[in-house]
C-alpha cells in the first residue's frame, strides 16, 4: 500500500479506527457511531491509504488489528483523550450533577452525613445515588463513581481511601459484656477472630446471626446484643448515643472503604476538583 500523504489524517477517521480497534470489529464501531458497516470500513480504508500501512487484517469472520495497527491505537487512544480532556479544561461548563453507587449500608452510613459539607464546597452540584444489592453488583453497575469495600485494589480502576474498617464491641446504651453476641457472617473478622486476637475465651453465647453489617449494627441498637461493629459505619449512632463503644479492645483491619472509578474517566481538572471535594467530604 503506497503511502499518500503525511501529517495528522482526519479527526473522524481517527475516531472511527479508535473505535473499531477497541471494540474489535467494524460492525460495533458502526453502531457506537450511528454508522453503516460500509461507511466505517470507507473510513478506515481512507485512514490506511493516507498512512500507507494495513490497519485491520480482513477475514471471512471478522477484522484483527495488524502489528502496525496494534502500535498505532493506543497513540490514537492517548491523544484523544488528552485533546477531550484539554476541550473540557477550556471550554467545558462545571459539571452540574455528581453520582456515586454503592451498597445500601454505605450510601446510608458515608454519603448521607457527607452531604452538607459537600454541598458547602459545590453548592450548584445536584447529588444522586444508585445502591446495589451486593458488592459483586458493583461490576456490572453502570454507575462509574462507587463507594466500594476492600483493600483498594481493583482491576481498571483508581481508587482513594475513605476510612479504614476498624471493629469494635458496641451495645445499646444499656447493655452491657455479658449480653448475647450478634455474629455477622463475610469476608469481615468477626467474634473468634477478635477472642483470639484479645485473649478473650469467656465469650457470651450467640443467639443471632446476619449477612450484612448494617443489619447487624440496627439489631444491636434496638438492644438486642453486643455487635463487632465497623466504626465508620456506626459513626452516627455512636455519636448520637444510640451505640457505646464497650471497654474493650478493639481489632484493626486491613480493609477499608474507598472511592473508586474507572481510570479512563475523571481526567479533566473540573472532574477531578469534584472528586476531590467529595472525598473531602466523605473522609468529615
Known sequence: MAKKKIGLPPLDWLRVFEAAGRLGGFSAAAKEFGLTQAAVSQRIGNLEAWLGRSLFVREARGVSLTVEGESYLPLVQDSLQALERNTEDLFGKSPRELRVAGLSSNIHALVLPALPAFHHLQPKVRVMTDSVARRSSLDEERTWLQIRYGRGMWSGRDAALIAREVLVPMAAPDISWGAPLIDLRGERPGWREWSQKCGREDLPPSTISFDSMEHAIS??????????????????????????????????TKDGYWLTWPEDRAKSKKQRALIEDFLKALRG
Open 219 to 252: 439489631a444491636a441498637r434496638r438492644g438486642m446484643g453486643m455487635v463487632l461493629g465497623s466504626v465508620p459505619l456506626a459513626a452516627a449512632d455512636l455519636q448520637e448515643g444510640q451505640l457505646r463503644r464497650l471497654d474493650l479492645p478493639e481489632l484493626q
